[in-house]
């Protein structure tokens, strides 16, 4: 995976997370996140913005979509090689 | 109104405003004539023209959720708070089947105005592409009811009501005839309210109805209103129910009337207040000369403070000249949705402990004022029975009564 990719969207996880539920990395499973479940599209939404690109997941199909935090830069990292 | 109908007590209180963050500190503040208006801190307050306001600078920790915290506003924040510090005080235990029987009605004037000036900094100025996504949940003034309905787990009849001032009133009024009905054998009810944000306070400026200096009611040289933030929230319950359970018994909710001056969207009326008051006190089964104390809307604007006067001189008849009168707002604002149920504290610390809070700020008398507004300093009297009015724009008044227990 794209280091630069994974510490930025790790940084946008970073800013909605329960700060008790510790340091997050690729490996962090959503639900170990704190997160409630709305807010998970509002991160997939800051990604979208950030990168410039667009993961058309309803709230409920993004929790089923994916496990991980890793999940998610490699979905980001895929819709990013698409563009070039 | 019947005789034999069951009596509704108060058996716990919370709330907040910038003059204390727990009932008691509020009470205490209230006793000792605090003023909680002054600049505000907490907000940005470039493109105003005032900067007053009276602030809750510190919330309390009960270490509620993150996932709960996130989905709300200040609102029902503040509601939360004041809803955990009445339940606890009650004593209150919920089996599951006992949560079927208790609701929550929260009176909410405003609405998420943070969160919709949020949302309007985002896609306007900010260019974002989208608001924050608890924008709706958080903004709808029904937010108040459903999370402190999921704070406490309480299951049965929960929602919001909105009447702009007087919605804590009718709240409390409503959650009254949900116990009398028997729909419920407890209700937490009250109000709250978070106006201190850019885009309410801006609207405020328009109407041009507030005041440059710490707001003054019943005082000559009056010139407007002062806005607050806050909440209250009380445990009420069938007087059968609280003794069942060897509950303490604050005060007794005797009664509450509600009426429209069907007039005038902003102009308040005589008529339509003072009859609020009449209806209240049949309701309670009592005279005007059973009363005491009068916790007035006084909300320090020219208009309110000269009609509500007359209002309460046509309710009460000759006994007005022996009422102690006073405007709690003096100290903690106009806290909106909250006014009311923040003032119903004052009116239970009249009954309790012989106290009459004053009118504080008051400088000169105002002949169209001229009732004994307990002027700067609190006073020793025993009380019975007092009222507390909340008159609205709309038109809706909303008149509660307590009595010593």
């Known amino acids: ?84 | 109104m019947s005789a034999h109908r069951e009596k509704i007590v108060i058996t716990g209180m919370g709330a907040l405003s910038s003059i204390g963050a727990s009932a008691q500190s509020v009470w205490d503040s209230m006793r000792e004539g605090v003023n909680g208006i002054g600049p505000l801190t907490t907000i940005p307050v470039d493109g105003l023209k005032g900067n007053l306001g009276a602030e809750i600078k510190l919330l309390p920790d009960i270490g509620l959720d993150h996932r709960r915290l996130v989905t709300m506003d200040r609102f029902s924040h503040l509601a939360v708070l004041a809803a955990d510090e009445a339940f606890k005080q009650s004593g209150l235990e919920l089996s599951e089947s006992q949560q079927l029987r208790c609701g929550a009605i929260v009176g909410v004037g405003t609405f998420g105005g943070i969160s919709i000036d949020e949302a309007y900094r985002a896609v306007w100025p900010e260019g974002k592409k989208h608001p924050p996504i608890f924008t709706v949940p958080k903004a709808m003034p029904g937010a108040a009811a459903g999370q402190v309905s999921m704070h406490l787990g309480l299951k049965g009849v929960v929602f919001g009501v909105s009447s702009a001032c007087s919605s804590s009133n009718h709240a409390i009024g409503t959650a009254v005839d949900v116990l009398r009905s028997g729909r419920a054998d407890v209700m937490l009810a009250g109000g709250a309210d978070a106006p201190l944000i850019f885009g309410v306070l801006k609207a405020w400026e328009a109407l041009r109805v507030l005041s440059s200096e710490p707001c003054r009611p019943f005082s000559a040289n009056r010139a407007g209103l002062s806005i607050g933030e806050g909440a209250g929230m009380f445990v009420l319950e069938t007087e059968s129910h609280a003794k069942r359970r060897g509950a303490v018994i604050l005060a007794e909710l005797a009664g509450f009337g509600m009426t429209a001056d069907a007039t005038d969207i902003v102009a308040p009326g005589v008529d339509g207040p003072a009859r609020a008051m009449r209806v209240c006190l049949e309701d309670a089964g009592l005279s005007p000369e059973d009363v005491e104390y009068v916790n007035a809307h006084g909300t320090a604007t020219k208009a309110n403070d000269m009609i509500e006067t007359q209002a309460i001189k046509l309710a009460f008849g000759a006994h007005a000249q022996d009422l102690s009168v006073s405007s709690t707002k003096s100290m903690h604002a106009h806290c909106m949705g909250a006014s009311g149920a923040i003032e119903l504290v004052a009116c239970i610390g009249a009954v309790r402990d012989g106290v009459i809070a004053p009118t504080i700020s008051y400088q000169s008398p105002d002949p169209d004022c001229d009732l004994d507004v307990t002027p700067n300093f609190a006073r020793e009297r025993p009380v019975r029975a007092a009222i507390s009015n909340s008159f609205a724009f709309g038109g809706t008044n909303a008149v509660l009564c307590v009595k010593k227990y």
């Not at chain 1, 807010?39 to 939404?45: A, K, N």
């Open chain 1, 1 to 84: 995976m794209n280091s630069e990719l994974e510490s930025g969207i790790i940084a946008l996880f970073e800013q909605h997370a329960d700060k008790a539920a510790g340091p997050i990395s690729v490996d962090t499973r959503l639900e170990k996140l704190g997160v409630h479940s709305l807010e998970l599209t509002e991160i997939v939404m800051d990604i979208e913005d950030k990168y410039g690109v667009e993961i058309d997941l309803s709230t409920v199909d993004t929790w089923q979509s994916f496990a991980s935090v890793g999940d998610i830069v490699k979905a980001v990292e895929t819709l990013l090689a698409a563009k070039v």
